[in-house]
Protein backbone atom coordinates (compact mmCIF):
# COMPACT_ATOMS: atom_id res chain seq x y z
CA UNK A 1 0.00 0.00 0.00
CA UNK A 2 0.97 3.65 -0.82
CA UNK A 3 0.08 6.65 1.54
CA UNK A 4 1.02 9.99 1.06
CA UNK A 5 -0.26 11.35 4.57
CA UNK A 6 1.49 12.66 7.53
CA UNK A 7 4.18 10.86 8.87
CA UNK A 8 3.20 10.32 12.50
CA UNK A 9 -0.20 8.68 11.95
CA UNK A 10 1.34 6.42 8.94
CA UNK A 11 3.53 5.14 11.20
CA UNK A 12 1.47 4.44 14.38
CA UNK A 13 -1.60 3.40 11.95
CA UNK A 14 0.46 0.33 10.76
CA UNK A 15 3.32 0.11 12.91
CA UNK A 16 3.73 -3.33 14.33
CA UNK A 17 6.23 -6.40 14.23
CA UNK A 18 5.84 -7.75 10.52
CA UNK A 19 4.96 -4.41 8.87
CA UNK A 20 7.93 -2.78 6.49
CA UNK A 21 8.18 0.93 5.93
CA UNK A 22 10.27 2.30 2.40
CA UNK A 23 10.52 6.23 3.02
CA UNK A 24 11.55 8.56 0.18
CA UNK A 25 11.53 11.73 1.82
CA UNK A 26 12.62 15.12 0.67
CA UNK A 27 16.30 15.04 0.65
CA UNK A 28 18.17 17.53 3.09
CA UNK A 29 20.35 19.20 0.45
CA UNK A 30 18.06 18.32 -2.76
CA UNK A 31 19.63 17.13 -5.87
CA UNK A 32 20.09 20.22 -8.16
CA UNK A 33 16.16 20.74 -8.17
CA UNK A 34 14.06 22.79 -6.25
CA UNK A 35 11.24 20.21 -6.11
CA UNK A 36 13.71 17.38 -4.27
CA UNK A 37 14.06 19.56 -1.34
CA UNK A 38 11.15 20.73 1.69
CA UNK A 39 12.41 23.30 3.52
CA UNK A 40 9.68 22.51 6.33
CA UNK A 41 10.25 18.78 6.42
CA UNK A 42 11.26 17.43 9.80
CA UNK A 43 13.86 15.63 9.12
CA UNK A 44 14.72 14.93 13.31
CA UNK A 45 11.07 13.97 13.95
CA UNK A 46 11.52 11.36 10.92
CA UNK A 47 14.19 10.09 12.78
CA UNK A 48 12.63 9.63 15.66
CA UNK A 49 9.62 7.69 14.30
CA UNK A 50 11.73 5.41 12.75
CA UNK A 51 13.54 4.60 15.68
CA UNK A 52 11.32 3.13 17.72
CA UNK A 53 9.25 1.72 14.95
CA UNK A 54 8.28 -2.40 15.84
CA UNK A 55 8.58 -3.16 12.54
CA UNK A 56 11.57 -2.52 9.85
CA UNK A 57 12.23 0.22 7.18
CA UNK A 58 14.41 1.18 4.29
CA UNK A 59 14.71 4.50 3.72
CA UNK A 60 16.69 6.34 0.65
CA UNK A 61 18.22 9.81 1.39
CA UNK A 62 20.95 12.16 -0.46
CA UNK A 63 24.22 11.50 1.33
CA UNK A 64 24.95 14.35 3.32
CA UNK A 65 26.70 14.69 6.54
CA UNK A 66 23.16 16.33 7.98
CA UNK A 67 22.10 12.20 7.44
CA UNK A 68 25.23 10.23 8.05
CA UNK A 69 24.78 12.24 12.26
CA UNK A 70 21.19 11.80 12.28
CA UNK A 71 20.87 7.74 11.31
CA UNK A 72 23.86 7.10 13.03
CA UNK A 73 23.84 3.69 14.60
CA UNK A 74 21.76 2.83 11.36
CA UNK A 75 23.03 0.22 8.60
CA UNK A 76 23.95 2.18 5.37
CA UNK A 77 24.77 1.30 1.43
CA UNK A 78 26.06 4.06 0.02
CA UNK A 79 24.73 4.19 -3.61
CA UNK A 80 25.25 6.32 -6.89
CA UNK A 81 22.72 6.68 -9.38
CA UNK A 82 21.57 9.30 -12.49
CA UNK A 83 20.39 12.22 -11.24
CA UNK A 84 16.74 11.72 -12.91
CA UNK A 85 15.52 15.19 -13.87
CA UNK A 86 19.41 15.30 -16.05
CA UNK A 87 18.26 11.66 -17.46
CA UNK A 88 17.41 13.01 -20.87
CA UNK A 89 18.82 12.42 -24.33
CA UNK A 90 18.91 15.87 -25.37
CA UNK A 91 20.99 16.76 -22.15
CA UNK A 92 23.12 14.10 -22.71
CA UNK A 93 26.44 15.62 -21.59
CA UNK A 94 25.08 17.27 -18.36
CA UNK A 95 24.44 13.14 -16.85
CA UNK A 96 25.71 13.59 -13.02
CA UNK A 97 26.14 11.00 -10.78
CA UNK A 98 24.30 11.67 -7.93
CA UNK A 99 25.29 10.00 -4.31
CA UNK A 100 22.66 8.83 -2.10
CA UNK A 101 21.93 6.37 0.94
CA UNK A 102 19.91 3.64 1.69
CA UNK A 103 19.11 3.04 5.16
CA UNK A 104 17.80 0.29 7.74
CA UNK A 105 17.09 -0.74 10.97
CA UNK A 106 17.74 -4.44 9.65
CA UNK A 107 20.78 -5.69 8.16
CA UNK A 108 20.93 -5.13 4.61
CA UNK A 109 24.90 -5.05 3.83
CA UNK A 110 25.57 -8.63 3.27
CA UNK A 111 22.54 -8.29 1.30
CA UNK A 112 23.68 -5.45 -1.06
CA UNK A 113 27.45 -7.43 -1.14
CA UNK A 114 25.73 -10.74 -2.03
CA UNK A 115 24.32 -8.82 -4.88
CA UNK A 116 26.73 -6.77 -6.19
CA UNK A 117 29.14 -10.20 -6.58
Known sequence: MIE????????KQYDFEDAFFYCDPPYSQGCGYEVTTTKDFDHE????LLGNIKGRFLLSYDDSPKIRELYK?????????????????EIENRKKMFKELLIANYPIKELHERRSN
Open 45 to 48: RLRE
Open 4 to 11: NRDIETLI
Open 73 to 89: GFEMIEVERLNGINNRS
